[in-house]
């Protein structure tokens, strides 16, 4: 299949890791761009910044996912890890399975929540794995009870990643570990989130920088509690 004719270099996709559970409620999006495809081969690189010891897990025979966009249209294909040819490449075979499909506009609105974050550079394994442990410890009653108060921040917020004036130095890649508490008192949500664009500096406020983060780890159930809450927050707006 000729997979050149719809991927270009340097075209940033999603690389999705197939889950082989079924029942799984993690998301997981990885970013990737492209280098090379060469008939049913794709060298895809990715923009993490990755220490030694900290590239993502990916093994030989893995399943995975690429997702983009071409004329307008989301493009999906299925593959198979094959290699790994510098800490931040990854090579796929590719199966003969290209879908075009209708991409789907994540809800997104205006709201004041709760924000902690963390920031970190080149730190994929490391925020992978406190992401899946915050998920865990959250569960419990003591831990939330240890979380105290979280300042309420003016921010944009969809079921795919947040809008957000985040303090410098900051650069595009970057992974913040999220909690959002969408309302006080309630269990917040843990996001692992990648920076993907970043706003003009502003010499009126050189202490905050407007980002854009996409959500890398987050569970489903979260993503569902973030879409209800919007419905929630536009329904009181449609009363005022």
Not at 130 to 135: I, P
Request: aromatic fraction near 8%.
């Amino acid at each position: 299949m000729p997979y050149a004719r719809y991927f270009r270099p340097d075209q940033k996709l999603t690389l999705r890791p197939v889950k082989t559970d079924t029942t799984s409620d993690v998301i997981e999006d990885l970013s990737a761009f492209v280098l090379q495809f060469e008939n049913n081969r794709a060298l895809l690189r990715l923009p993490y910044d990755n220490r030694p010891g900290e590239d993502y897990p990916f093994q030989p025979g893995m399943e995975v996912e690429l997702v983009g966009e071409a004329l307008g249209l989301g493009l999906r294909a299925t593959g198979t890890l094959v290699t790994c040819p510098q800490r931040d490449q990854v090579e796929i075979e590719l199966n003969p399975d290209l879908q075009a499909f209708q991409r789907r506009l994540h809800p997104r609105g205006d709201v004041r929540v709760g924000l902690r974050y963390t920031r970190g550079h080149g730190t994929l394994r490391t925020f992978r794995n406190q992401w899946e442990k915050n998920v865990r410890i959250l569960t419990t009653k003591s831990a939330l009870e240890k979380l105290g108060h979280f300042p309420r921040v003016d921010l944009n917020l969809g079921t795919g990643g947040i809008r957000f004036a985040i303090r410098p130095p900051v650069q595009v890649a970057d992974l913040c570990m999220l909690l959002i508490q969408l309302t006080a008192n309630e269990s917040p949500i843990c996001a692992l989130a990648e920076v993907v664009w970043l706003a003009e500096e502003e010499n009126e406020n050189p202490s905050r920088r407007t980002a854009g983060l996409k959500f890398i780890n987050i569970l489903k159930s979260d993503q569902q509690r973030i879409e209800q809450f919007l419905k929630e927050q536009r329904a009181v707006e449609g009363q005022a």
